[in-house]
């Protein structure tokens, strides 16, 4: 099993550009999430989805956008990025009763808006 | 790698030695806590959890200590290994669910051989 997958693993873009991040996983997971990483801070949740067709907003959900339209894929809109969306993103799944805590992570997508 | 947390708390081991990572929370609502280990260039790893009506939990060479007390959270590694190397950050949340996870920022394990 390839677990969570995401790309880019690295990109840079100017103040302003958009683009959107993928993450998508084969392990039928009915929970996706995004979150951001940055130095000196714990991981902040950015967007999650309990399944498909349902998406819902995490701690800093601003200037962010996702879809769930299947199960396996869970794309990280950046509408107009902005410096301060500078870090590392990381996606993550886990399986509908377990125990919450047990999130699978992707490796993250570093991004580096200039 | 990355390098995220340029500034973390290290604890330096030598291999075969006993590690202790403490993490302190807040919130004395919080009644689950997780572990997760995160080497350089990856993503975290779910290492152990634990719920508040436990003060101990054991996992393969790992044990998880609660003190609800003093809200503090211990993460023990027996016979540490250089594989071990990484970062370990602790999370707290409640039975509201994975949404309100809080978590750390971590400590720096260096396992010399």
């Known amino acids: 099993n390839a677990g969570v997958t995401q790309t880019p693993k690295f990109q840079v873009l100017k103040t302003g550009q958009s683009m959107t991040l993928q993450c998508a996983q084969d392990m039928n997971h009915e929970y996706m999430s995004w979150y951001r990483q940055d130095p000196g801070m714990g991981l902040r949740l950015i967007h999650y989805s309990v399944g498909a067709g349902i998406t819902d907003q995490g701690e800093v959900p601003n200037g962010y956008n996702v879809s769930r339209s299947t199960t396996e894929d869970f794309p990280l809109r950046l509408l107009s990025a902005a410096p301060s969306q500078t870090s590392v993103y990381f996606c993550a799944s886990r399986r509908a009763g377990d125990r919450f805590g047990e999130l699978f992570f992707g490796e993250g997508s570093r991004l580096t808006v200039l | 790698g990355e390098s995220v947390g340029l500034h973390l708390p290290t604890l330096s081991v030598q291999e075969g030695d006993n590690s202790i990572i403490n993490c302190a929370y807040s919130?004395?609502?919080?009644?689950?806590f997780i572990w997760y280990k995160q080497e350089s260039g990856k993503g975290p790893q779910f290492i152990i959890d634990?719920?508040?009506?436990?003060d101990k939990r054991q996992g393969q060479r790992v044990t998880v200590l609660l003190n609800k007390t003093v809200k503090h959270l211990s993460l023990q590694i027996a016979a540490t290994q250089p594989g071990d190397s990484a970062v370990y950050f602790c999370?707290?949340?409640?039975?509201?669910?994975?949404?309100?996870?809080?978590f750390g920022t971590g400590t720096r394990l260096l396992v010399s051989p």
């Open positions: 634990i719920r508040s009506n436990m």
């Open positions: 919130n004395s609502a919080s009644d689950y």
């Open positions: 999370a707290e949340g409640d039975h509201t669910g994975f949404q309100k996870l809080v």
